[in-house]
């Protein structure tokens, strides 16, 4: 099941009761994170969910509001024992910026795999997200996303029954597998 939260809301202006843009996404013990607003590690703190399991971030633009929570999460990522690598999708600049913002949190456990977006709409595939990258308006170069998740395919067990396939193989069948039997 894909669970998404919307962390954080608010936009520039700081406001008690919301946090900087950030939103996060599980699916099968894989986070995703889009844009990383200032506070983001106390949002993800206030839900409840996992540092540790964030395996991509991805950043919309890199005005301050949108990215500036990236040091403080990473460094709480260490400190939640993440070992993995984690993927890191932004427009041009990402590393010299993400570069710029490790100045503060030089030293981590795991180690950081940049995708720099230069298409106008580009489809990446990581931790079984399909995430649909594509170039928006902003006074700064900016992109959406969409994340896909696709489903397997419907099985029918009265179908199988009625030919005759051993019900052992329902399971790997039902996963899109391809059986071949005597
Ligand atoms: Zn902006």
Do not use: D, Q
């Given at each position: 099941m894909l669970e998404v939260c919307l962390l954080g809301t608010?936009?520039?202006?700081?406001?008690?009761?919301r946090w900087l843009t950030a939103l996060m996404t599980r699916l099968n013990g894989s986070s995703l994170l889009i844009d990383c607003g200032e506070g983001t590690q106390v949002a993800i703190r206030e839900k409840g969910w996992s540092f540790h399991d964030i395996d991509v971030i991805c950043f919309t633009h890199y005005h301050g509001d949108h990215i500036s929570g990236l040091p403080g999460l990473l460094l709480s990522m260490g400190n939640a024992e993440r070992k993995e690598p984690v993927t890191l999708i932004g427009p041009k600049g990402l590393?010299?910026?993400?570069?710029?913002?490790?100045?503060?949190?030089?030293?981590?456990?795991?180690?950081?795999?940049?995708?720099?977006?230069?298409?106008?709409?580009?489809?990446?595939?990581?931790?079984?997200?399909?995430?649909?990258?594509?170039?928006?308006?902003?006074?700064?170069?900016?992109?959406?996303?969409?994340?896909v998740v696709r489903r397997g395919g419907r099985f029918f067990p009265e179908l199988a029954a009625e030919h005759n396939v051993p019900q052992k193989f329902w399971n790997r069948l039902q996963k899109g597998e391809t059986i071949e039997e005597d």
């Open positions: 608010g936009g520039m202006m700081p406001l008690p009761n590393e010299r910026v993400v570069g710029a913002l490790r100045t503060i949190a030089p030293e981590l456990p795991f180690t950081l795999e940049f995708h720099e977006l230069t298409e106008a709409e580009e489809t990446i595939f990581c931790h079984g997200y399909e995430i649909e990258a594509y170039k928006v308006n902003h006074n700064v170069l900016c992109y959406g996303y969409s994340v």
